[in-house]
């Protein structure tokens, strides 16, 4: 390979140690500021956000990066916002994406409907996690819940999101909204048993201030805090880079909760190998069937929330439909 060649080849495949180096570069913020470039900017694409992790190694997903709007780092995390040439605006923690204004409705309105379409009248819900706001959004469309409640443990997503993404953050407008800042592990600890209908873990990858949401004690304060026939849904990452992960969530969740206990996934472009998973789960109790949904959306209801994106009754149950490989592995924690 001749230097030409070699050169064409690390743009196209950038180095890992390349790409993860911090960029001596400044560059300049919405408000005119100098500021270092991040690290997951990339070193030798210039002006690209590159996303690197050990959760998905020998891989990198990239946008091209118009303009940074916010960069921080609060008490647990590193938060960026950039404004991105083809995915609108872009949240990003700890060198993660999280939201892109682009596509957004299709993780936010799945990991919320899935578990509400599944049983009738929900009521009480709590939400973990999910500082940007759109999973509340997402629940106000349901009006037959009268209190939701959310636990976010980072005030300067709530705050950022708020500020960056008001279509999204709209979710904390809502007056049966009660929002707290702190540990959702100890919240739900905390919690009166069997008070809520439905809870929503919407975190991060499994490390960093989420590790603990992925692990069994907290599934056990998520049942104890379930009424008979109650639903959880958390995000449960890529079948296409994480089926040790989901594997052991489904072990915990099969031994944890006594009624069903279903994998379901859909796509997210800018989510590494483009699809995210939800692991549903109930409690003993009526029985919920999470492949066909009971409880429609009435999306008339509201109108200040914009009309669902992605969201409908036939990729519910198209979302319960798992690759061969999958299946496999899934159902052999059944026995």
């Not at 709590?126 to 980072?154: F, K, N, T, Y």
């Not at 707290?180 to 048993?193: Q, S, W, Y």
């Amino acid at each position: 390979m001749d230097a030409k060649e070699a050169s064409a080849t690390d743009l196209k495949r950038p180095r890992e140690e390349d790409v993860n180096a911090s960029a001596a570069a400044s560059m300049e913020t919405e408000n005119g500021d100098q500021t270092k470039e991040p690290a997951c900017f990339s070193s030798v694409i210039p002006g690209w956000f590159s996303e690197m992790s050990p959760m998905w190694p020998g891989e990198a997903h990239s946008l091209k990066v118009e303009k940074v709007l916010f960069q921080g780092k609060s008490d647990y995390q590193d938060v960026i916002v950039f404004q991105s040439a083809t995915y609108g605006k872009v949240l990003v923690l700890d060198g993660v994406i999280q939201l892109t204004e682009r596509d957004e409705c299709a993780y936010q309105e799945m990991i919320t409907h899935l578990p509400l379409c599944s049983i009738p009248n929900p009521k009480k819900v709590l939400v973990i996690g999910g500082g940007d706001g759109g999973v509340l959004r997402e629940v106000a469309r349901h009006a037959s819940v009268e209190q939701i409640d959310m636990c976010e443990i980072d005030k300067m997503v709530v705050d950022v999101s708020k500020q960056f993404f008001p279509n999204v953050a709209i979710g904390f407008e809502d007056p049966r909204v009660n929002l707290v800042i702190g540990d959702g592990v100890a919240f739900l600890k905390n919690a009166a048993e069997g008070s809520y209908d439905a809870v929503i873990v919407d975190s991060s990858d499994p490390i960093g201030p989420a590790k603990e949401l992925f692990e069994k004690p907290f599934f056990q304060s998520v049942a104890r805090a379930l009424r008979p026939g109650g639903v959880v849904c958390t995000q449960a990452e890529s079948l296409w880079l994480h089926m040790d992960i989901i594997e052991d969530i489904v072990s915990n969740c099969r031994e944890i909760f006594k009624g069903s206990v279903n994998y379901a996934w859909t796509s997210v472009p800018t989510y590494p190998s483009g699809v995210i998973g939800y692991m549903l789960c109930s409690t003993e109790g009526p029985d919920v069937d999470f492949k066909n949904p009971v409880n429609p959306i009435d999306d008339s209801s509201s109108k200040s929330n914009g009309p669902l994106k992605f969201y409908n009754a036939e990729i519910h149950s198209a979302a319960f439909c798992l690759p061969s490989f999958a299946k496999k592995v899934i159902e052999s924690k059944a026995n």
